[in-house]
């Protein structure tokens, strides 16, 4: 759920943020945070940011909430655009207890078995999820040598985890001395390693080797390349489980749709954010495309980097570092996803099925 901050010099009074359930009752002079793109990310801001006593806009130029977490219908079925697996279900925990409530009490997750199906290219699958004793036994089926790597990855993905999760995930990293504190850990960890490399360190067998590395894919990313840190993912299923949303990933939308109606979060859908104004280094409100201002104490992003730096902020207003951050980068794209609607059913396909071909690499 990450937002990227413009620029950010003004702290949420912290009164208000001990007491959440007063945030509905701020008063106009409290300071003004406008939030752009209501992806889980933004919409994810706007609340932190409603309960530390903001008042906030939230911007879309979509006609609904979500991001790439929408719900089409066509032809009489409905799609459900979003992630197709929960992960990490005590962020969303967070967000409801902001304000008392209980996310538990607006959406049901239902526990995945298996987490991932994965049918390789000579006929044989692979179950991977479930309790560890049960993918002990998946991992001996297949290749009996490579039990004790697992257990020796997975206490490596903890490592991992505790310190690219619990110490890092929450950081900015707009100082220096931020990034170079951690240094040192990741050196240790061996986080210059690929995840593939990662991976191939502790198991044999080739095809638990690319069900152990696939998790970079999923997002656009290449395990050949991608950093290890990624393997924290191994750790963060096997702690907190993988669900899925009853109502798909719609139902979560909704609640937090809901939520920030309660809470007293303006949400304004099918607008269009043309420019984030900035002056002396801050950023002051947002242009829409239809000459409308909006001033703002603060504000978030959670439209795509490029795009905010390319389109939304004056080359003129970005420093020298992001400039040459963006003329160096490279691309990929993310997913090609094909949605189709069937009137059977198929008892052999698990709900997050990954089909491996012949070539890997």
């Avoid at 911007?59 to 089409?72: E, K, P, T």
């Avoid at 239902?110 to 999820?129: C, E, I, N, Q, T």
């Avoid at 269009?272 to 000459?291: H, N, S, Y």
Wanted: charged share 25%; net charge positive.
């Amino acid at each position: 759920m990450s937002a990227e901050y413009a620029r950010a010099r003004i702290r949420g009074p912290e009164s208000r943020a001990r007491h959440p359930a007063s945030t509905t009752r701020l008063v106009a002079a409290a300071p003004h945070a406008v939030v752009v793109g209501a992806g889980f990310g933004g919409v994810a801001a706007a609340l932190r940011l409603r309960a530390k006593g903001y008042r906030v806009t939230l911007i879309d130029r979509c006609h609904q909430l979500g991001g790439r977490a929408q719900v089409f219908e066509r032809d009489g079925f409905r799609h459900d655009a979003g992630p197709t697996v929960i992960t990490a279900p005590f962020l969303f925990d967070e967000l409801f207890a902001l304000f008392g409530e209980r996310f538990s009490d607006h959406v049901e997750l239902v526990p995945l078995k298996p987490w991932y199906r994965f049918r390789f290219a000579d006929g044989d699958h692979f179950d991977y999820g479930g309790t560890l004793d049960e993918t002990l036994a998946e991992i001996e089926r297949i290749s009996p040598e490579d039990r004790d790597g697992y257990l020796r990855l997975l206490e490596h993905s903890r490592r991992i985890f505790e310190i690219g999760f619990t110490r890092l995930s929450d950081k900015p990293f707009d100082r220096l001395r931020t990034m170079l504190r951690v240094i040192p850990s990741l050196v240790r960890l061996r986080c210059d390693r690929t995840v593939w490399g990662l991976v191939k360190t502790f198991l044999k067998n080739d095809k638990l080797r690319q069900a152990f590395s696939i998790q970079p894919l999923l997002v656009g990313g290449n395990p050949f390349d991608t950093t290890s840190i990624y393997g924290l993912i191994h750790y963060l299923e096997r702690a907190h489980g993988v669900f899925f949303a009853m109502g798909g990933t719609g139902a979560i939308t909704r609640a937090l749709g809901a939520l920030m109606e309660r809470r007293g979060v303006a949400v304004q859908l099918g607008r269009t954010v043309e420019r984030i104004r900035i002056e002396r280094g801050v950023a002051t409100g947002v242009e829409l495309t239809d000459g409308r201002v909006l001033a703002a104490d603060l504000v978030v992003s959670n439209a795509d980097a490029t795009h905010l730096y390319t389109s939304m902020i004056p080359k003129a207003k970005q420093a020298w570092s992001s400039r040459l951050k963006l003329a160096a980068a490279s691309y990929s794209m993310g997913l090609f996803v094909l949605y189709f609607g069937t009137r059977k059913t198929y008892p052999d396909v698990a709900h997050h099925t990954i089909w491996l071909g012949e070539r890997y690499r």
